[in-house]
């Protein structure tokens, strides 16, 4: 009887562990080009010091794999994409959004405000919305699983 209670304890609490990961922000993100739909990289988003970053981990682009940053300016000038931080210091609200001041895109060399969110309908699906003054785009991320 106590082993059944052990064992019925260790898988609940193995549940409720993959549930809150499946219910998280952080991880691995595949990015889905809004305007064609194909998936370009894969991001990490993790959190250091209560706030949020991203980095590219993978180019997903054929092609595009060694990919360096050409139109950047400064340090950042023709620096590989893959490694690169491109969401900076984002800080969680109380509604479980994400905003900041440093959303990169290195292919067009822009920074951005931002708003990041789990799709309320689908924790497998990040909303990360750019702002540029009062013009923003919205794209659809795709967790990455394992």
């Known amino acids: ?33 809004d305007r064609t739909g194909l998936p370009k990289g894969v991001i990490e988003i993790y959190k250091k010091e209560g706030k949020m970053y991203g980095k590219v981990v993978k180019i997903l682009e054929e092609g595009q794999e060694g ?9 950042l000038k023709d620096r590989p994409v893959t490694g690169m931080e491109i969401i900076t210091g984002g800080e969680r609200h109380d509604d479980g959004e994400w905003k900041g001041k440093r959303l990169f895109d290195p292919e067009q060399a822009m920074t951005f405000r931002f708003k990041i969110w789990l799709n309320p309908e ?9 702002y540029l003054a009062f013009i923003y785009r919205t794209q659809t991320w795709i967790r990455v699983e394992g």
Not at 14 to 21: D, E, G, Q
Not at 67 to 75: H, P, Q
Not at 122 to 130: A, D, F, H, M, P
């Open 122 to 130: 689908n924790s497998n699906e990040l909303k990360v919305r750019g």
């Open 67 to 75: 990919r360096v940053c050409d139109k950047c300016d400064g340090e």
């Open 1 to 33: 009887m106590i082993n059944k209670t052990i064992q019925l304890s260790f898988l609940f609490t193995i549940f409720i562990t993959m549930s809150v990961s499946a219910q998280s922000v952080f991880g691995m993100w595949k990015t889905i080009d």
